[in-house]
């Protein structure tokens, strides 16, 4: 189980702002985990999951938009992999909200974004790079 996630200049999408909110969702997902290891109040754990889903949000108009300026020609599926992410995280919602056992969440959460990172951001989001490299007029 992957526990801590930490950003590499590999992971770069050539944007700045999306390398930017990359690299803040990895903080903030390490917080939520810290969180839940350390026992944290659940207002605390609260806190950070309602921050979360604002910035995921956030982050994921961001980069379909940005997508939709550059004519990504994979928009639509990439869109539909942003709503799993999204059907998940509520999903962590709630089991967080029906008092699921915490090491449960800490293990569910970290394994599916541990695969999300490296399946999502490694390999869908450098299609769209690449893409808008090449094709940058």
Known sequence: MIS???????????D?????????LLKE??????DLMSNANDATVAEAVGFLSRYISEHLSYEEEYMEKHEYPGVDFHKLLHRDFVDHYELFQKEFTDKVPKSQLISEIAEYIGKWWLQHILIEDKKYA?????NRQ
């Open 130 to 134: 690449t893409f808008i490299k090449e």
């Open 4 to 14: 801590s996630f930490e950003w590499t200049p590999d992971m770069s999408v050539g």
């Open 29 to 34: 997902i390490d917080v939520l985990l810290s």
């Open 16 to 24: 700045e702002t999306i390398d930017k909110q990359h690299q803040r």
